[in-house]
């Protein structure tokens, strides 16, 4: 671990979201649905130095570990984001996100003529495109304001 | 065409359009060897908003094919307004019904209600999302006119909201048209739209003003501007006026240029144009029932490919 991550206390068992794009890191905690009442112990470190990114956020959550839906949408608004599983001290696993080709039940439609805003039982999809999301019942894309719309 | 529903034009290629057109062609011109062509089968005309123009065309459509049609009756009596889900509602009605015409105010409804049930769903628009049967009549009387290849079309007034304009603009990107899309700043074509539209490498210009681009064009598309749209009356007043055509307009135009309208118009469109020989938009939606007629046969042909063996009709 670097000098510079190290300004985020180490936790003992946990995820560590590394080179999240900097000022992400609230939406990464909506994204997990995290707002501290869980209990878990969360640490956000922001704008903290990156050779690659220049500035960049990291989450640490303590005893919690991610599904697959929500690694999902965390490469749509994080795309060079680093998922670590720690376990004892020690990263276990790292993992790159990757972005999927559909977001299915995760996001809402900001349309809200959308079919899938009218109570109908049916779940959210969205494909993934070039640079955002897009409804596949309504064809709205979604693109810089996909934080706003996380449904989980 | 071998697709089981209509929901988007962005679902059809030029071989698709070109089967329905070309079978449309073949109806108008000898409608009697459709008359009992799907004798027994049923279409269910589900109206969740009021249409009348597009659901007669389809009633004539199917029962000029021999088929009877069942509809939802006044919608706010139905089970509709109670709450039902459109999920539920459309699974029911699959058991009474070969095919399904859906017009609902959500976008996306269509879509649902593909992937609820098995019968052929037709698309006959959903909110401000797609009216691709409007599409293909359209194309069908853009064709008997000028042909669908190097063409160049404007297409004038809300595109914001005009479902009509979402699924023309996505199905002429199958052929060689340059579109201009002419509209108030408020009414511009969708990002959506937009975003298939490049990635289709399509040919479009969009404008405010008609005139730099009138004497261009083979065809112009109006489209209404709904009051609706704007908060002030005053504002949709001037709109409103800015884009509408009288016969002195079109002195400046091609003499073979094609008016189009989805109708019905209230006033962006002079009576006095019906007089020109631009006027095409009575054809337009004449047009409607022999192109439905070839769209139900198609899908219905899809879904039961062996059904209609034996027949004597020649295709
Ligand atoms: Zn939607």
Do not use: W
């Not at chain 1, 130095?49 to 959550?61: A, E, F, N, T, Y």
């Not at chain 1, 790159?96 to 959210?124: K, Q, Y």
């Not at chain 2, 909201?161 to 408020?186: C, K, M």
């Not at chain 2, 006095?272 to 337009?284: G, I, L, N, P, S």
């Amino acid at each position: 671990m670097s000098e510079h991550e190290l300004r985020v206390s180490k936790i003992r068992d946990g995820t560590v979201i590394d080179h999240v794009e900097g000022g992400q890191a609230l939406n990464v905690l909506a994204i997990l649905g995290i707002d501290g009442s869980e209990g878990f112990g969360v640490s956000v470190g922001m704008n903290v130095p990156s050779d690659r990114l220049g500035r960049k956020d990291i989450v640490k959550v303590e005893d919690r570990e991610l599904s697959q839906s929500e690694v999902d949408v965390l490469s749509l608004i994080a795309p060079e984001a680093t998922i670590n599983i720690v376990r004892d001290f020690e990263v276990v696993e790292k993992n790159r996100v990757t972005r999927p080709d559909t977001v299915t039940g995760v996001l809402s439609c900001p349309n809200r003529n959308c079919i899938t805003n009218a109570d109908e039982p049916i779940e959210t999809r969205f494909d993934v495109v070039a640079d955002g999301v897009r409804c596949d019942y309504c064809a709205t894309i979604l693109r810089a304001d996909i934080a706003d719309h996380i449904d989980v | 065409m071998r697709q089981d529903h209509l929901i988007t034009a962005t679902q059809l290629s030029r071989d698709d359009i070109e089967t329905v057109l070309d079978r449309a062609r073949a109806v108008a011109d000898d409608p009697a060897a459709y008359a009992d062509r799907h004798a027994g089968r049923v279409l269910a005309l589900c109206f969740f908003e009021p249409s009348t123009r597009t659901r007669m065309s389809f009633d004539s459509a199917a029962k000029r094919l021999g088929m009877n049609t069942i509809d939802m009756g006044d919608v706010d009596s139905s089970s509709v307004s109670k709450g039902e889900s459109l999920s539920d509602t459309v699974r029911v009605i699959e058991g009474y019904a070969d095919a399904i015409v859906l017009r609902h105010p959500s976008e996306g409804a269509a879509t649902l209600a593909g992937e609820r049930v098995d019968v052929p769903v037709v698309n006959a628009g959903d909110g401000a999302g797609q009216h691709p049967s409007q599409t293909l009549l359209d194309l069908h009387t853009i064709r008997e006119d000028h042909g669908l290849d190097d063409l160049t079309i404007g297409i004038m007034g809300d595109l914001k909201y005009g479902r009509t304009v979402h699924s023309l603009a996505a199905a002429l990107t199958e052929f060689d048209a340059n579109q201009h899309f002419i509209s108030p700043e408020s009414l511009r074509l969708p990002r959506s739209v937009r975003f298939d539209l490049h990635e289709t490498g399509a040919q479009i210009r969009e404008h405010e003003e008609i005139e730099p681009v009138l004497d261009e064009l083979d065809v112009l598309y109006v489209t209404r501007i709904q009051k609706e749209r704007f908060p002030d009356e005053n504002e949709y007043h001037r709109v409103a006026g800015e884009y509408r055509i009288d016969a002195e307009t079109l002195d400046a135009a091609a003499d073979d240029l094609t008016v189009m309208h989805p109708l019905p118009r209230v006033d962006e469109i002079a009576p006095d144009v019906d007089e020109t020989d631009h006027a095409r938009y009575f054809e337009q939606a004449h047009n409607g029932v022999p192109v439905r007629m070839a769209l139900l046969d198609t899908l219905l042909e899809n879904a039961n490919p062996d059904a209609d063996e034996g027949t004597e009709v020649d295709r």
